[in-house]
């Protein structure tokens, strides 16, 4: 066969060669134009409607994708077409809140979840495993977000709040604008990392980043890069040679490190009985449900990024929109300040009790800039078409309720595009002449829905609740002009999050 195909090669001109080349060149052209076509007019969700370049060409939306701009582009799309959008051949995003149930709900099979190609995802995760899995990591985890837990890890926390507060006082002696992103993401990653691993980063202590911080940014911006890699051999084989080996050795020392903390929190822990995370998810071993060392690795990484990142870009957009609403900036303060007559009487419980406004501030910040804007894909299940949202939906469909798009809806929130956190105060909910009224609240579910939704959420609310309620108990804020217009920023996979600068003043009395 070899000597066939050397004979072949040398009985060929190079006009012969060139002339094979132009033709694969014509006969790729060709086929994408008729695959296009296909897409557009005779596939079987034909009928959704969506950008007609996006169906017919996948590939405008990934590089859509890899400069930041694709979920503002769904968002447009959902403003033109509708609660249901085509977004590619096989995928379709939803912003109804009966996609919610339909999809993420109980009372049917799981929609197993969907990954760009390109995308690994570690099975080993709670967020990627199989039902089974993912059953028992959840009953593993799960005791180190109950209310018993939350009571034990309040002190761990306070220590953070109150190492935040105390250097964002001596920022306040300089007169000097501060990034608050930063901050805030100093604050939750110690505190999150004390809770897993009973070693905090020292970011609030040493005042700079670390390689968690980093590593999210990168990782972030990678996704996007990998999904067009995946569509273009081309460019995956030039993204190999130039940067292939550097990523991966950044992977394995990550893993590496993430691997040493958790054996030494394990194995030779100083602390015992902290009620941190190790402590609660520890007492399933020996049982059924039990993690492996391995298992505890990948999922305490998780936990690291997932408790932090997220709560760090909730606290910023929180921040950024009551500063540019000063109204809604002046009745939060001043509850705040009213509610509690010494600093060491705000807690967990008394804030969830005595701070409607300033929940109402966070929730809607949770709405209009959402940690997670993107669409989790999951995967139509078994063999027959599928009901969603009024629709017929094929198997092996990609669908999913896309965050920013369904709080940014006017068919779901009237003045949707405005911070109004009045809208979640108990009279808008009841009072049929406001006009609020009629929003359909059912649709934010910016922790996901059903039985794989997010169980630290009682920790995030008390965490974000704690953390604004103190810093607007001791400082006087006001939004530096140069960043007045910081929610325009671009999405990879996360919010990009540039510089928030905030002046910060102690407090009058």
Known sequence: MAGLLQQVGA?????????????????????TCLKAIYN???????????????????????IG??????????????????????????????TNAQAWKDIYGHGHAEFPKSYPSGIKMDPRKIISSNAQDHFRY???MLPAFSDKALGQQEPLIRVYVDLLVQRLREVAQTGKPTNMVQWYEFTTFDLIADLAYGTPLQGLAEGKSNAWIENIAKSMKYMPVMVLIAMSPAIGLLFKLAAGSQVRNSQANHHKHVAKLVNDRIYHRKQADRGDFMDYIMRSRGQEHQLTDAELTVNSDLLMVAGSETTATLLSG????????????KKATEEVRNAFETEDAITFKEVSAKLPYLMACLDEALRLFPPVPLRLARSVPGKLPVRIAGFQIPPNTVVGVHHLSAYHSERNFHK??????????????????????????????????????????NLAYHEMRLIMARVLWNFDLVLDEKCSNWNEQKIYALWEKPPLEVFIKDRKS
């Open 40 to 62: 557009l007019y005779f596939h079987p969700l034909r009928h959704i409607p969506g950008p007609p370049l996006w169906i017919a060409f996948p590939v405008t939306r990934v």
């Open 138 to 140: 959840r009953r593993a």
């Open 11 to 31: 009985s060929l001109t190079i006009y012969d060669i060139l002339r094979l080349f132009g033709l694969a060149i014509v006969l790729g052209i060709v086929y």
């Open 65 to 94: 994708m890899v400069r930041g701009t694709a979920e503002f582009q769904v968002r447009d799309a959902h403003d033109k077409y509708g609660d249901a959008v085509r977004i590619a051949p096989d995928q379709i995003s939803f």
């Open 416 to 457: 949707a595009r405005e911070f109004i956190p009045e809208r979640w105060l108990p009279e808008s909910i009841t009072d049929p002449t406001s006009p609020f009224y009629n929003d359909h609240r059912d649709a934010h579910r910016p922790f996901s829905f059903g039985p794989r939704d997010c169980i630290g959420r």
């Open 318 to 329: 929180a921040t950024f929109w009551m500063l540019k609403n000063t109204n809604a900036l």
